[in-house]
T-cell receptor, first 109, second 116 residues
Framework: EDQVTQSPEALRLQEGESSSLNCSYT??????LFWYRQDPGKGPEFLFT???AGEEKEKERLKATLTKKESFLHITAPKPEDSATYLC??????????FGRGTSLIVHP | SAVISQKPSRDICQRGTSLTIQCQVD?????MFWYRQQPGQSLTLIAT?????????ESGFVIDKFPISRPNLTFSTLTVSNMSPEDSSIYLC?????????????FGPGTRLTVT
């Protein structure tokens, strides 16, 4: 059974204070790892797909990396508008992604 | 990516009643998915809906409780039947985008259901 554990559950940062969110996973035959952003009252918004260990992707202040056991979402010099819940999901042999519980990020001005 | 809308956006319902949630996509898609997101929990897949066939339900979810329709390639409904307070949750519709090679999922805005 695929499993995804995200840490920390909640993270408070000051504007400009860089940090990383962690997504640890176990999956039988990784086909893809996904990162989503979810704002309150809205559906998850797709950010990245990572396919293999060593792969990195960037989008504005966000950078996602992948190893064989975990993924990191690095946030560089965050702004208050980066405040959201960040969800990680993995897809293995079943193709249906398994989601983690998310990390709630608050960036204070 | 596909643009997905859901109706209603929120509702408050009495226990024992049923609510039908609609999901509309702006392009034709093969597979549509229904998820539930309870407070503090991860997204849980309820079922996969393909046009022209019965929906496939995940463990713990049954058709009598969550009947699904998929009349065409752009529309689906999920009904939450005989509701109880435990059904209070956010219900999300999603679709796959296969253009990137792997099946990335895109989500609608969700329906926030409160059962009293």
């Amino acid at each position: 059974e695929d499993q995804v554990t995200q840490s920390p559950e909640a993270l408070r940062l000051q504007e400009g204070e860089s940090s990383s969110l962690n997504c640890s996973y176990t999956v039988s035959g990784l086909r893809g790892l996904f990162w989503y952003r979810q704002d309150p009252g809205k559906g998850p918004e797709f950010l990245f797909t990572l396919y293999s260990a060593g792969e990195e992707k960037e989008k504005e202040r966000l950078k996602a990396t992948l190893t064989k056991k975990e993924s990191f979402l690095h946030i560089t010099a965050p702004k208050p508008e980066d405040s959201a819940t960040y969800l990680c999901a993995v897809a293995g042999g079943s193709y249906i992604p398994t989601f983690g519980r998310g990390t709630s990020l608050i960036v204070h001005p | 990516s596909a643009v997905i809308s859901q109706k209603p956006s929120r509702d408050i319902c009495q226990r024992g009643t049923s609510l039908t949630i609609q999901c509309q996509v702006d392009s034709q898609v093969t597979m549509m998915f229904w998820y539930r997101q309870q407070p503090g929990q991860s997204l849980t897949l309820i079922a996969t809906a393909n046009q022209g066939s019965e929906a496939t339900y995940e463990s713990g979810f049954v058709i009598d409780k969550f009947p699904i329709s998929r009349p065409n390639l752009t529309f689906s409904t999920l009904t939450v039947s005989n509701m109880s307070p435990e059904d209070s949750s956010i219900y999300l519709c999603s679709v796959e985008d296969t253009s990137g090679g792997l099946n990335e999922q895109y989500f609608g805005p969700g329906t926030r259901l409160t059962v009293t």
